[in-house]
């Protein structure tokens, strides 16, 4: 029997039982479809991650408070805040650094005329476009003097400007808002970021440091310090420099520990990165559970076929079917299931990952590999699970099938 002859014998018998085909390729096109689904979320995850962090800056070290302890016992990450304006000043004097933001954070209810609305409030310096990569839309940024003579002046994003002005034919630039019930006047508008995973860049309200902390958040200490290193090549010597003058700054001696933590954004990145891969693996790991179980059902389907054609089988036998062509013919009748079953399920799961990027919250990023990898490992459970079935009844001898009822 050629080749082309067992395939349409295969897809006879398949089309012959069809709501039994169907439900042994269901665990195929369930496993396929859901490990898809899972590695584009996982690395559309990832991208949306990598991109947030590149947007806070370029060559950009994060200067933040260390961590206190009491009895021995620490009290986490950010408990011990020493950082101050005038570090941000001594940071900002070496010369592997190219420019220093200091930020202090909040919440904050902005109102304007009737309507009201809650945003991240920042209070940073005039430097904040250069450090953290971002650009004005409209109007201006507020000036070194503005910063040090404590302007009532902000820059607000687009989500803000769309939620407080909802007349759109309004200009937000020059309007007076309060802020905490204290008057400020926009000055600009941040250009769009767009939002990554829970994070809105958009949804800020930028005002000077020295003014959000002497009128609305009351602390005499900075949260966060971002510098950005002069150049990709000095990240490790700004680094250096920078705790040495903090150190200095905090007169420490030699023994004592950081009071501080200096994280750069490729330490940043690949921390995240490597978190989300481990959670694809492991969610990729899950679904692929799925393809096995399929490929059990494969061939729990395909020994019921032998049984049931156990006669067919010696009839072919005792007309000069060869034992390779009884092994061939079941053999693409379960490698057919798995394949038909695997290219539904790449487009079930390239559906699945497009929904789910389009309604849900979550970013999903296909491509070519997985889908590959999915198709090739359904072919190989056919082929795998396929086997024994195939040999079961390519080992049937022509007189005991011939007698089977």
Same mark, same amino acid.
């Given at each position: ?12 018998? #398949?089309?012959?039982?069809?709501? *039994? ?11 396929? $479809? ?56 001594? #940071? ?41 990569? $971002? ?32 007349? $759109? ?5 020059? =309007?007076?808002? =309060?802020?905490? *019930? %204290? ?63 903090? *150190? ?6 030699? =023994? ?40 059990? @059902? ?7 076929? %032998?049984?049931? *054609? ?15 062509? #009884? ?13 038909? @079953? ?10 699945? $990952? ?44 022509? #007189? ?6």
């Amino acid at each position: 029997m050629s080749l082309i002859e067992c395939v349409r014998v295969s897809f006879r018998s #398949i089309r012959a039982n069809g709501l *039994r085909s169907v439900l042994t390729m269901l665990g195929i096109i369930i496993g396929v $479809a859901a490990v898809i689904a899972m590695v584009a979320i996982g690395e559309g995850t990832s991208s949306s991650v990598a991109s947030q962090i590149n947007g806070l800056g370029s060559n950009l070290l994060i200067v933040s408070p260390g961590q206190a302890t009491q009895g021995r016992v620490s009290l986490g990450a950010g408990s011990l805040n020493t950082l101050t304006m005038a570090d941000a000043e001594a #940071i900002a004097e070496n010369d592997s650094v190219a420019g220093v933001a200091p930020s202090v954070n909040g919440r904050a209810q902005i109102v304007w005329g009737s309507n009201n609305y809650s945003s991240s409030l920042e209070g940073t310096t005039a430097d904040f476009l250069q450090v953290r990569n $971002a650009e004005v839309a409209q109007g201006r940024f507020f000036s070194n003097f503005e910063v040090t003579r404590q302007f009532n002046v902000a820059v607000v994003g687009t989500e803000v400007v769309s939620n407080l002005f909802k007349n $759109a034919t309004t200009n937000p630039i020059g =309007q007076t808002v =309060q802020i905490n *019930r %204290v008057p400020f006047t926009i000055i600009g508008v941040l250009k769009s970021q767009g939002s990554s995973g829970m994070t809105n860049n958009d949804d800020r309200i930028l005002i000077p440091i020295t003014t959000a902390m002497s009128r609305l958040t009351g602390g005499k200490n900075v949260g966060t310090i971002y510098v950005s290193a002069a150049s990709s090549d000095v990240m490790d010597k700004a680094q250096q420099d920078i705790r040495q003058t903090l *150190r200095a700054k905090h007169n420490l001696r030699p =023994q004592k520990e950081d009071d501080f933590r200096i994280t750069s954004q490729s330490d940043i990145l690949s921390t995240a990165q490597e978190v989300s891969s481990s959670m694809t693996a492991l969610l990729s790991g899950i679904a692929a559970i799925s393809l096995i179980v399929g490929g059990i @059902g494969v061939m729990n389907i395909m020994l019921v076929s %032998v049984t049931e *054609r156990t006669r067919e089988i010696g009839i072919r036998k005792a007309i000069g079917a060869k034992r390779r062509d #009884i092994l061939r013919q079941f053999l693409i009748e379960a490698v057919t299931l798995s394949l038909i @079953g695997g290219i539904l399920g790449i487009a079930f799961g390239v559906g699945a $990952a497009l929904l789910i990027s389009k309604l849900g919250s979550l970013s999903t990023s296909i491509s070519l590999t997985p889908i590959l990898y999915a198709f090739l490992t359904s072919s190989l459970v056919g082929v795998i699970f396929g086997v024994y079935p195939a040999r079961k009844a390519a080992q049937l001898k022509p #007189i005991d099938a011939l007698r089977y009822e």
